[in-house]
């Protein structure tokens, strides 16, 4: 079992790209997620429009979150709207997240196995809801390596989450859902239980990370940093 490190999401251009660059550049195991949705592109906070996505330089550690039309085109097999919106910037991306709650039946199989071999140099993570593996589980029975995102955001209060173990017939497993620098210091002992039997493991935070500034949403690095410390402090004690 590996750490993966910790993925911040939703960030748009209210985050400045040189802090973006610096924190990277401290933390290695940080990566940034950004909500790719044609329909919302610029228009919806969390979704960066392509021209702000085309400034960022590589290696910031990029993963592309498909919602909307774009996943649920992606999971029936055509991508030609995703490259016509983000072809020119798709090699920024190191991995790609599937948010959807769709069942196999809703899925063109052979169609997103054709997608996936096309994306051969990029991770596929599918968002798990209702922990419904379905999707996930069918990949791999075709010899498709993919990793699971589970979302506990149902269970409101986190210190009812019960985190599902890991399973280790996926790449790796990340877990989801009212995470914040408030509160992952207590969650990360249940989740690196529940991560015990997962090949590698990584946690994603989000909407905490949304927050007012005169007026405005916007995408706290502040928050990100403060999250950052109490994983420092928590892998610390943990060793101690």
């Not at 914040?180 to 207590?186: A, F, L, S």
């Amino acid at each position: 079992m590996s750490f993966l490190g910790v993925t911040f999401t939703g960030v748009d251009e209210t985050a400045d790209v040189e802090r973006l660059k610096e924190i990277r550049s401290h933390y290695f195991t940080v990566e940034w997620g950004l909500w790719l949705a044609g329909e919302r592109q610029g228009r919806v906070a969390g979704f960066p429009g392509i021209e702000w996505i085309c400034k960022l330089p590589p290696g910031l550690n990029l993963s592309a979150q498909l919602w909307g039309k774009s996943v649920a085109d992606f999971l029936q097999g055509d991508d030609t709207e995703l490259m016509t919106e983000y072809g020119e910037v798709w090699s920024l991306f190191r991995r790609i997240q599937i948010n959807s709650t769709d069942g196999i039946d809703q899925v063109d199989l052979s169609g997103l196995t054709r997608l996936i071999a096309k994306n051969a140099d990029k991770q596929i993570i599918l968002r798990i809801c209702d922990r419904n593996l379905e999707v996930a589980d069918a990949l791999v029975a075709q010899g498709i390596s993919c990793s699971t995102l589970f979302d506990e955001s149902e269970v409101q209060e986190p210190a009812q989450k019960k985190w599902p173990k890991g399973l280790k017939r996926f790449a790796g497993c990340g877990y989801a859902g009212g995470l914040g620098p408030d509160n992952i210091y207590k969650q990360l002992t249940p989740i690196l239980n529940a991560a015990q039997s997962a090949e590698r493991w990584w946690v994603e935070i989000d909407s905490s990370l949304r927050v007012k500034e005169h007026d405005q949403e916007v995408f706290s690095l502040a928050s990100c940093k403060r999250t950052i410390r109490e994983f420092d402090s928590f892998f610390l004690d943990y060793t101690i």
